[in-house]
């Protein structure tokens, strides 16, 4: 067993120093063998996995984005197919794009500045755009629930949500000189319901520079270990 794995790491060590070629702690090229270097033929590593377990029955070709089905891109006279292989469908599990028509995207220690501002600026809200249900299971600190779907236009609770936020209401249109500071998020990268709620507050005027984005939402959140309630 011990020989086995001395084999394994050494194998690795030696595949690393292949790959990454000429560094400085290495004083040779990169070997004719080299796949970024030399023209042979490189199948999709997502391919590959694909076939690995397409016994798997929950695992299938999804796409990426509602309207991205693939994409195959020529690097050094090689084609690589860059596709998706997943048990969830698209729609609804698209890959969430990290901006939203210039709306400011946030990491984790934005959020929680955003967080801790909070206590002096009663001018913020946090906003999970999840279900009540998925709310009420956890959450991030501090966060108030609305629902994406309460903003949508055939929503009986559209208007009383925006006067909330401090949106009002005039006889051409709306008002937006008092409204809050959104900072907005869902499960994550794969949930898309924070765009859509970000898309309904551009459409109706409400002003970009008061909308932030956490795109990690609570799937990113849980990962590294912050605190959920």
């Not at 377990?53 to 891109?73: A, E, F, G, H, P």
Request: a positive charge.
């Amino acid at each position: 067993m011990i020989i086995l794995f001395t084999i394994l790491i050494l194998n690795i060590h030696l595949y690393g120093v292949e790959i990454g070629c000429k560094t400085n702690n290495v004083k040779k090229e990169c070997s004719r063998d080299n796949p970024l270097i030399n023209n042979i033929n490189v199948d999709s590593i997502l391919e590959n996995k694909y076939l690995s377990t397409k016994k798997d029955s929950r695992l299938k070709k999804v796409k990426i984005t509602k309207d991205l089905k693939s994409i195959v891109v020529t690097f050094q006279k090689k084609e690589f197919l860059i596709e998706r292989v997943d048990s969830r469908e698209c729609p609804p599990y698209c890959i969430s794009p990290i901006k939203i028509d210039n709306i400011k995207t946030m990491g984790e220690l934005e959020t929680i500045e955003f967080i801790k501002s909070l206590k002096k600026n009663r001018n913020r809200l946090l906003i999970d755009a999840r279900s009540a249900i998925e709310y009420r299971h956890d959450t991030l600190p501090t966060a108030v629930n609305i629902p994406y779907s309460m903003l949508t236009p055939n929503s009986k609770y559209r208007e009383e949500i925006l006067k909330l936020l401090g949106v009002k209401r005039l006889k051409k249109g709306w008002y937006f000189k008092y409204v809050y500071k959104l900072l907005i998020f869902d499960n994550g990268i794969l949930d898309n319901r924070a765009t859509k709620m970000i898309n309904s507050l551009i459409k109706i005027g409400y002003p970009k520079n008061k909308i932030l984005y956490y795109r990690g939402g609570v799937n990113s959140w849980r990962e590294l270990g912050l605190t959920l309630f």
